[in-house]
């Protein structure tokens, strides 16, 4: 799996766009960039993933550079309840077992 | 919604002892994992089933075994505890053909 650079922390205001960097240079063709996060004391939760093109759920946005070696999470209206460790992972969906690797992430902490 | 459970949220046990986690999910998942994760070290692999009674070493399976006997249940063996298991252990189950993980709560276990 690519390895992943994300700042360790990071702050945003209640309110505004979050947009949270995640650097994997070394991304292979057929790896998928991920993004969880992880509110204190609770399990890591799954908020989006993408190959190549940009994608959007309710939780968030996935902006994935052209030459895939960065993406950029976007968290549009960031309440208090987003202050978590946002990870960035980069792996291969290859349907069968595929095991996540986290690292230390960035902490997003916001503020009112 | 997926639920991922696990027997305990916090568990104290004696250096020696034997140390059963359990884990259950509701959603028919193929796929099974179990992490540790502890400050400074991010999540990291101990073991991993991708069907019944099967099961894959992960990055740290010293001092673990795993249990698959019925497709929503997997279990994580500590045979003798010592101090250095203490740690957050999560659980997390994933279908064959999805891309995400959902994780259990967590099981926060002292070792003394």
């Known amino acids: 799996d690519a390895k992943t650079t994300q700042p360790t922390s990071m702050d945003c205001a209640e309110g505004r766009a979050a947009n949270l960097p995640c650097n994997h240079s070394?991304?292979?063709?057929?790896?998928?960039v991920y993004w969880y996060r992880q509110i204190h004391s609770q399990g890591p939760q799954y908020i989006i993933h993408g190959l190549k093109n940009n994608e959007t759920n309710e939780m968030a946005s996935l902006i994935i550079t052209e030459d895939r070696k960065s993406s950029t999470l976007i968290l549009p209206h960031a309440t208090l309840r987003d202050t978590a460790v946002y990870y960035c992972i980069a792996i291969i969906n290859t349907g069968t077992a595929s095991k996540l690797t986290f690292g230390t992430g960035t902490r997003l902490q916001v503020t009112l | 919604d997926v639920k991922v459970t696990q027997s305990s949220r916090y568990l104290v046990k004696r250096t020696g002892e034997k140390v059963f986690l359990e884990c259950v999910q509701d959603?028919?998942?193929?796929?099974m994992f179990w992490y540790r994760q502890d400050p400074g070290l991010g999540l990291r692999l101990i073991y991993f089933s991708y069907d019944v009674k099967m099961k894959e070493k992960g990055d740290i399976p010293e001092g673990y075994s795993v249990s698959r006997e019925k497709k929503e249940r997997f279990s994580l063996i500590l045979e003798s505890a010592s101090t250095n298991q203490t740690s957050m252990y999560l659980c997390?189950?994933?279908?064959?053909?999805?891309?995400?993980?959902?994780f259990g709560p967590g099981t926060r276990l002292t070792v003394l």
């Open positions: 997390a189950s994933r279908p064959t053909s999805g891309a995400e993980q959902f």
């Open positions: 959603m028919d998942h193929e796929n």
């Open positions: 070394t991304i292979s063709g057929n790896e998928y």
